[in-house]
């Protein structure tokens, strides 16, 4: 059975500049989370999908958005880069119920923004 | 205040002890906590869930969770240098999807 598969595994980028990242979840998993984990502040909730559906959104600025296929692929976009967003981020498959069994996570995107 | 808190670390054991990790919540209305592993460079691969109260085995690993308390411990029995690695706690958030606070890791060193 295939894992969860994001590309880029790497990317660097210019600051002001935007960025798009892709994952594909394990099939028959419907919901799809984002997450940016830095190390002072760990895995950080951007948003979760499901179904094509945001479920949930975390508190980052609206320059972070995603959305859903329904192949249950989705995509996170980052808009006018900062310094700051230079972390991995991890996408995370699991069914509707995911919160009664957890995550698989893919092997996350590593962006810098120089 | 973070929704999970752990001891960042290090922490170091020699090989064969046990190694004991422990993890606060804040969200009471946390229903399912997660014990994740994340060897360096690597993405965080699961290790254990537990929803009760009291203690849960899976091989050398087991977990425990007191709800009154708001706390989740792992214990690794017979460490191996195998297990060292960042240990990462989840709490599930109380609203309807699959959105889990983390903690920022504790480190394991086993040292053979």
């Known amino acids: 059975k295939a894992g969860v598969t994001q590309t880029p595994r790497y990317l660097i980028k210019t600051r002001g500049q935007q960025v798009t990242l892709s994952c594909s979840p394990i099939s028959g998993h419907r919901s799809v989370s984002w997450y940016q984990q830095t190390p002072g502040q760990g895995l950080q909730f951007l948003f979760e999908?499901?179904?094509?559906?945001?479920?949930n959104k975390g508190n980052f600025p609206g320059r972070f958005s995603g959305r859903q296929f329904s192949n249950s692929r989705s995509e996170m976009n980052v808009s006018t880069l900062e310094l700051g967003d230079s972390a991995l981020y991890l996408c995370?498959?699991?069914?509707?119920?995911?919160?009664?069994?957890?995550?698989?996570f893919g092997s996350g995107t590593r962006l810098t923004v120089v | 205040q973070k929704e999970v808190e752990q001891n960042s670390g290090p922490l170091s054991v020699p090989e064969g002890a046990i190694a004991s990790l422990n993890c606060t919540y804040s969200d009471r209305g946390s229903q399912s906590f997660f014990w994740y592993r994340q060897y360096s460079g690597k993405s965080p691969e699961l290790i254990m869930f537990i929803y009760s109260n009291g203690d849960k085995e899976d091989g050398r690993f087991t977990a425990q969770l007191n709800k009154a308390s708001q706390y989740v411990s792992l214990l690794i029995r017979d460490s191996q240098p195998s297990d060292s690695a960042t240990y990462l706690c989840a709490a599930g958030a109380a609203n309807t999807g699959n959105q889990f606070y983390f903690g920022t890791g504790t480190s394991l060193t086993v040292i053979p």
């Open positions: 999908y499901f179904s094509e559906t945001q479920r």
């Open positions: 995370a498959s699991s069914t509707r119920t995911g919160r009664d069994y957890g995550y698989t």
